[in-house]
């Protein structure tokens, strides 16, 4: 497979419940492959074992999903490994998406998602890049209140800061004192299209857009100042840290 995006998570209780990590990831995982009970799909109870299944496509017009699963471990450390394939209407290609839950001794998790295409077969054919967007899965435990996720001890929420005042500069500074960090996006919005863009850096997946720091000062607030710096042809990506909105 060519990998296209991956994210890797550390996830605790933020209710001080480490046995829930596990179990409400899985819960989440479950309700992703069944579209919130749209699509028939594997149910909790199965995925504590080992099996496949063939998904209807979530919308009008996606091929069948084939997903396959392994669980490995015991008690106390344990993982759950997902891999789905659904075929490109753009070829002979295949997107492939693959999903790690898993648990951690100490009560903590973690999960892993890999987003990419396959060529089966050994085809050789020009094969158009997939439209990439933050899987839903993500978006949902991101959103979860009971659980506290983190990327190189970094706190991730899938929402933007917004910086209206000098006291509200606190989270970039706090940021930028980490020693291992993701890059920063700076968004100072003057209109709508500020804020849309805004609400896609934070809604899409890490990653997508190209890091642009861009020099802000806003009007009563600290001064922000950076340049613009542009991604290299051919090298991945960098990931995208909490988004930050000069308001």
């Not at 099996?51 to 996606?62: D, E, T």
């Not at 890049?129 to 899987?135: C, E, M, S, Y």
């Not at 606190?170 to 849309?196: E, F, K, N, Y």
């Not at 190209?210 to 802000?216: K, Y």
Request: glycine residues 10%; contains cysteine; charged residues 25%.
């Amino acid at each position: 497979m060519q990998a296209l995006y991956a994210v890797s998570f550390d996830i605790r209780s933020a209710q001080e419940q480490p046995g829930r990590v596990y179990e409400s990831l899985r819960g989440h995982l479950a309700d992703w492959l069944g579209h919130h009970g749209r699509v028939p799909a594997p149910s909790v109870a199965e995925l504590d074992r080992d099996g496949r299944a063939v998904l209807v496509g979530k919308f009008p017009g996606h091929g069948d999903r084939t997903v396959s699963w392994t669980v490995a471990g015991d008690e106390l450390t344990r993982a759950l490994r997902m891999t789905i394939h659904q075929p490109l209407s753009t070829g002979p290609a295949q997107f492939v998406t693959r999903v790690t839950v898993s648990e951690w001794e100490e009560g903590g998790g973690g999960l892993r998602i890999v987003m990419g295409r396959e060529i089966p077969d050994g085809w050789i054919a020009p094969v158009q890049d997939p439209q990439l967007k933050r899987p839903n899965l993500l978006r949902a435990v991101l959103g979860d209140q009971e659980l506290e996720v983190r990327v190189l001890s970094q706190l991730a929420t899938g929402r933007y800061e917004r910086i209206r005042e000098e006291s509200h500069a606190d989270v970039l500074l706090d940021v930028l004192a980490l020693r291992t960090r993701l890059p920063i996006l700076l968004i100072h919005p003057r209109d709508q299209a500020g804020w849309s863009a805004a609400a896609d850096a934070s809604g899409g997946p890490g990653g997508d857009p190209e890091l642009r720091d861009c020099t802000s000062r806003p009007a009563n607030s600290r001064a922000v100042g950076c340049t613009q710096r542009w991604r290299p042809a051919g090298l991945a990506r960098p990931r995208l840290g909490t988004p930050l909105v000069l308001a």
